[in-house]
């Protein structure tokens, strides 16, 4: 079992919908991380969360740190979104490594 | 906008040659990271550093072998390109808790 876990692994979406993406975490973490690659490969830091909840546009992330869980969520979404969103996690212990998920494949269609 | 880049951002190159991938950050951060992905997959971590003259290997064992003379520079070295090295190359680094990632190199050995 990951120590990231993300889901769906892949999502579509028709232009305007309400989109969720989820990630849970099974180890002690400093901080998680939402990150934004698209087709070119590179990539793109949205949130830093250590708690609560951020905002930026349209894009909303939030945290349960007891639950040991995040999720991302687009509102209004538009085909520029369409991307893969990746989490990952800063670990509390250890060598200060992040640890990431495999990614949610997100197309949104017009 | 982060200042960390990586050149080249495509190279296609033939079996046995050598070459170097660079990185590079205008931000002072001590710590440095390269990431193997391969398509459609998770980002492993192959080599970090904690500041000039350390280099440490990563969670996916990679033949590629880097350096840190400068703060600011962080090479990957590949003595003989074979093509299982065929994968994209992100380099990263960090700050406190915040990463910022480059571009991505993708390379393909032919």
């Known amino acids: 079992k990951n120590e990231v876990e993300q889901s769906p692994q892949n999502l579509t979406a028709q232009e305007g919908e309400f989109i969720t993406i989820n990630c849970s975490y099974s180890v002690g973490i400093s901080a998680l991380h939402w990150l934004q690659q698209h087709p070119g490969g590179g990539i793109v830091s949205l949130f830093m969360l250590s708690s609560g909840k951020k905002k930026h546009g349209r894009l909303i992330a939030t945290i349960n740190i007891q639950e040991k869980h995040s999720s991302l969520h687009i509102t209004a979404s538009h085909p520029r979104d369409s991307a893969v969103y990746i989490c990952a996690v800063s670990t509390s212990q250890g060598t200060d490594k992040l640890i990431f998920g495999t990614g949610t494949r997100l197309q949104v269609f017009p | 906008e982060a200042d960390i880049y990586q050149t080249p951002r495509y190279l296609v190159i033939g079996t046995g040659k050598k070459i170097t991938l660079e990185c590079s950050q205008t931000?002072?951060?001590?710590?440095m990271y390269w990431y193997q992905q391969d398509p459609g997959m998770e980002l492993h971590l192959i080599h970090y550093?904690?500041?000039?003259?350390?280099?440490e290997k990563g969670d996916l064992s990679s033949e590629s072998t880097v350096s840190r003379i400068r703060t600011e520079h962080f090479p990957l070295t590949l003595e003989s390109a074979r093509p299982s090295h065929t994968s994209q190359y992100l380099c990263?680094?960090?700050?406190?808790?915040?990463?910022?990632f480059g571009q991505g190199t993708r390379l393909t050995v032919v």
């Open positions: 990263a680094s960090r700050w406190n808790t915040e990463a910022f």
């Open positions: 550093s904690y500041g000039v003259n350390s280099t």
């Open positions: 931000m002072g951060h001590d710590k």
